[in-house]
């Protein structure tokens, strides 16, 4: 396993091996990594000759008042993982060269950005679609894996693939969970015991729509009500939002008709967590 630092020298290597006809499987973090994280590096290591992962904390998609400085760093335990996952290279970059001074150019995914997560992030989503198209250009992968997770982010790299021609395919897998079903997060360290049992209620939630679905429930509001409803019998969790969307576009859905997205966002204590499942019609 090689780490690279400058991404010149990385475009460089990967543009020749793409040259000698090498499929590239890229795995974009931000460290911290989990079992969600290896479930991507393990399908990206099957299905490509060549595997590469990144690891950055992109600062531009935290705002002032998030917790960047304190956002977890344990790239020891980060490398040894990936090594032991057959990873080919770790590009390991610095925010300067990443964004060097003077850098002004952002990617922005219209309409997307500005839902769900994006009402309270503020230019959140530029900041991921930025570095994302960014890594894009320095990895030139064959196909990038993302997690089901981070669901609007996943749209909004489907989107920025799909209008900008990028050759890039985009595979994203299931959500991972521990077993009691709160969905594996790196922010998931700064959960103390009882906070994790508390959160367990997000994803309880969403069982609980999914029960609803399978017997026959297609009416959103009805849905979304009983999610907020039983999320807010939990005191110590103070909801974000609970919202019942299309998958691709990320809008309102009023009456099940096909595959829905139900996406929720949560506090527990100073911790934000996200959730979401696919209500799936047979």
């Known amino acids: ?25 890229f795995v974009p973090t931000m460290g911290a990594l989990h079992a969600g994280h290896m479930s991507l590096i393990q399908a990206a290591r099957k299905e490509n000759s060549i595997l590469v992962v990144s690891i950055f904390v992109n600062p531009s998609q935290f705002s002032p ?15 040894a993982l990936c090594r032991g996952c057959g990873v080919d290279f770790i590009f390991l970059p610095s925010p300067e060269d990443m964004y060097p001074e003077g850098f002004t150019t ?59 021609n990028m050759p890039v395919k985009l595979k994203v897998l299931p959500i991972i969970r521990g077993s009691g079903g709160l969905a594996l997060s790196s922010r998931n ?7 994790k049992e508390d959160a367990l209620v997000l994803s309880q939630a969403l069982r609980l729509a999914e029960q609803a679905v399978k017997k026959g429930q297609r009416t959103a509001g009805t849905i979304v009500n009983s999610v907020k409803k039983f999320i807010q019998k939990k005191r110590t969790v103070t909801l974000d939002y609970a919202a019942l969307v299309d998958p691709d576009d990320l809008l309102p859905v009023k009456t099940i008709r096909r595959d829905s997205l139900l996406a929720l966002a949560a506090r527990i204590h100073r911790t934000r967590l996200i959730d979401n499942t696919v209500l799936k019609l047979k």
């Not at 630092?5 to 590239?24: S, V």
């Open 65 to 79: 008042n998030e917790d960047l400085n304190r956002y977890p760093r344990p790239l020891k335990q980060d490398l």
């Open 106 to 164: 952002y990617v922005t995914v219209e309409g997307l950005s500005g839902l769900l997560c994006g009402r309270s992030r503020r230019n959140h989503f530029r900041g991921v679609a930025t570095i994302v198209a960014k890594l894009f250009n320095i990895v030139c992968p064959s196909s990038a894996y993302f997690g089901q997770k981070d669901a609007q982010q996943a749209a909004i790299i489907k989107r920025m693939i799909k209008d900008l």
């Open 1 to 25: 396993m090689k780490i690279i630092r400058r991404p010149q020298e990385l475009q460089k290597l990967m543009l020749e091996l793409k040259r000698r006809n090498k499929t590239i499987g």
């Open 189 to 195: 360290i700064y959960l103390n015991q009882a906070e």
